[in-house]
């Protein structure tokens, strides 16, 4: 078996939107920098996903020195957001939890809001004191996340993809596959592992970073969702929910907590801890 190495590194510089390759990152306490620091809200103040905006997957986000971004998206001219001032922030919620963040200007929603065809805002969270705690039955003291779903980080692994799309060609709907890992949206991808080792990790080694393994991944209908035109199908939850289920929910990758801060590059060895 070669030496496990990183892939590919992703960050999703505003939740939900499309993702951007990069070769390297820095890890912080609550994500890769610059990683889901900006969400999208509706009318009653609650982060919006892929889960009811498929067309969200359109947009893309591009980051600017500073910490701006350059929206764009088909048919809509590019805006540029600046980091709004943290004087004043609003509650929104977040899978039922409220979180205080900043709103941008009114330029951006009005943006949003044509792109969505609703009313909605973008909203920045980068004060730790409005971080949020990573699930407590999953946690160790003092451990915080951005607006990733629960946990600071997602890993992937090339040889569990290959085998669920095997899975896939012999199932129900073999004409969807085979997908690309971008149905996952992961932060980081591993290759040259066997399929699904990742189930028994507890702690590896990064390049130079450390991350605790905090439970499987389970998956939901963003990963039916292609990436490039945001139309839905039936796959991977058909296949992965009869073979790839854990504590009831079809899972895919392994949540990860940093257990302290550094770089990680695509190419860096992966060490397999515990």
């Known amino acids: 078996m070669p030496t496990p190495v990183l892939r590919s590194v992703h960050v999703h510089p505003v939740k939900a939107m499309r993702a951007l390759d990069v070769t390297e990152a820095e890890v912080q306490p609550w ?3 610059g990683d889901r620091r900006w969400a999208v809200v509706d009318a009653a103040g609650k982060v919006v996903t892929q889960r009811r905006h498929p067309r969200m997957a359109l947009a893309t986000a591009l980051p600017l020195p500073g910490g701006a971004l350059t929206l764009s998206a088909p ?19 977040i899978f039922d939890k409220p979180v205080e963040a900043v709103p941008a200007g009114p330029e951006a929603a009005d943006w949003l809001s044509a792109r969505l065809e609703g009313e909605f805002r973008l909203v920045h969270m980068d004060a730790p ?38 899975l896939i060609a012999q199932g129900d709907h073999p004409d969807e596959g085979p997908l690309p890992m971008n149905r996952f949206r992961p932060n980081l991808v591993v290759a040259g592992t066997s399929p699904w080792a990742e189930d028994d990790w507890t702690r590896l080694a990064v390049g130079e970073v450390a991350f605790r393994v905090a439970r499987p991944c389970g998956r939901c209908v963003v990963t039916t969702t292609d990436q ?16 790839r289920r854990s504590d009831g929910r079809a899972i895919f990758g392994q949540n990860l907590v940093p257990e302290h801060t550094g770089t990680v590059r695509v190419g860096d060895e992966v060490k397999i801890l515990d």
């Open 31 to 33: 994500g890769l920098a």
């Open 75 to 93: 048919g809509h001219a590019p805006l540029t957001v600046e980091v709004p001032h943290p004087s004043s922030t609003v509650t929104i919620e």
């Open 129 to 166: 004191e409005h971080r949020r705690p990573v699930d407590p039955d999953y946690a160790l003291p003092g451990e915080t996340v951005s607006f990733a779903d629960g946990y600071p980080l997602l890993v992937t692994t090339t040889a569990s993809l290959d085998a669920l799309n095997s």
């Open 228 to 243: 490039l035109t945001a139309a839905r199908g039936k796959e991977p939850l058909r296949t992965l929910a009869r073979h």
